[in-house]
């Protein structure tokens, strides 16, 4: 709860064309009095309080400026979202009180234990990493309560691992992680964390299997970008995610072999042509198209899936990419400018495929 009785005395008196002074005065007090009221540095006792209010008619709650905070569960969860998203650290205080009335809430406890993270990562506060840590085994207990479907006990284990990573507990988080880590999704920070702990063989496989599922979202991820921009018409837009991500990309290129990226980019350039052509850049698709054909023709001579065929990607002939582009790159590019393109666009790949012939 908050009041503003010292800027209230201030306003209500100015409204009346009051000096300090004058309002000692009528209240029968010294002008030193009132001064410190207005400057926040001592209060009136009460029965001054309901005279002010009675002078300046108006309520004592008014005069006040009293505003009583919604301690309703939700709201409560709502403000300890804000604390943190402020990286306010009044917020820890705001989490303590929100634990006293509902102990047994999941929503306050797991953003508690939050808060305990955020607020000990920058200085390590090894008292406030211990409590998070008993908090998100609470939050755990409590599990059944929760409504979020992007928080689960795999996501909660995956905060205590990094809380015991700065207690200095590496292999008890990595054992955490590992138990929980379905689908590989704490491949890149068990990858990470052998390689603070100096093991670059043992995590070499984690950070592989990383790069690889990242590989995949990002491919999905500038797609969905892409149809957006176009649904927006902010081609320019459009142009810019699909050139960041052709680099990308072909940054992860092994060698001057044919490797799975030369698939993904063969889309790329076609959506690339696509943006090129709404500026009316007709020769800028077509250079665009004849990339992406040329890409298509040169992997499908010698397909290769294998993740092992990539930069940085440790060898593993076991493991390879998955797509849905098409059962071939060219396959994959015809498509893709059957859905996109315009009938310039069909005109320019239509000489292309005569001039090919």
């Not at 820890?92 to 990562?121: G, T, W």
């Not at 008292?127 to 207990?141: N, T, V």
Request: proline share 2%.
């Amino acid at each position: 709860m908050t009041n503003r009785l010292a800027e209230n005395i201030r306003v209500f008196r100015k409204e009346r064309g009051l000096t300090q002074e004058q309002l000692a005065e009528v209240l029968g007090v010294t002008v030193g009095a009132v001064y410190k009221w207005e400057a926040k540095l001592s209060l009136p006792e009460l029965s001054l309080i309901m005279e002010l209010a009675d002078f300046f008619d108006t309520s004592v709650d008014v005069l006040l400026g009293y505003e009583m905070k919604d301690n309703r569960l939700r709201a409560t969860v709502e403000r300890l979202k804000d604390y943190a998203y402020r990286k306010d650290r009044a917020g820890l205080a705001e989490a303590e009180k929100a634990l006293k009335k509902y102990p047994n809430a999941f929503d306050v406890v797991y953003h508690a234990a939050r808060m305990d993270l955020l607020f000990s990562v920058e200085n390590r506060d090894r008292a406030l990493l211990r409590r998070g840590l008993e908090r998100y085994e609470a939050a755990r207990r409590l599990l059944s309560q929760n409504t979020d479907p992007r928080i689960s006990e795999s996501t909660i284990c995956g905060e205590m691992a990094k809380m015991r990573m700065l207690l200095g507990e590496t292999e008890e988080a990595l054992a955490l992680l590992k138990r929980h880590n379905a689908g590989g999704v704490y491949d890149d920070l068990i990858g990470w964390m052998l390689t603070a702990c100096k093991r670059p063989d043992e995590a070499l496989p984690f950070l592989s299997d990383a790069l690889m599922k990242s590989t995949v979202m990002l491919m999905r991820t500038i797609m969905g970008y892409t149809n957006a921009y176009f649904l927006q018409k902010e081609y320019d837009s459009a142009k810019a995610i699909l050139n960041w991500g052709i680099g990308v990309f072909d940054g992860l290129r092994g060698g001057n072999t044919p490797c799975f990226v030369d698939k993904l980019n063969g889309v790329l350039l076609v959506c690339l042509a696509c943006a090129r052509m709404k500026f009316g850049d007709r020769e800028g698709a077509a250079e665009a198209l004849r990339c992406a054909r040329a890409l298509a023709a040169r992997f499908d001579a010698e397909p290769d899936y294998r993740i092992g065929a990539l930069r940085f990607i440790v060898n593993d002939r076991q493991k390879g990419f998955y797509d849905d582009i098409g059962a071939t790159a060219m396959e994959g590019v015809r498509e893709t400018v059957a859905s996109l393109g315009g009938e310039e666009l069909h005109e320019i790949w239509q000489e292309l495929d005569k001039n090919a012939e």
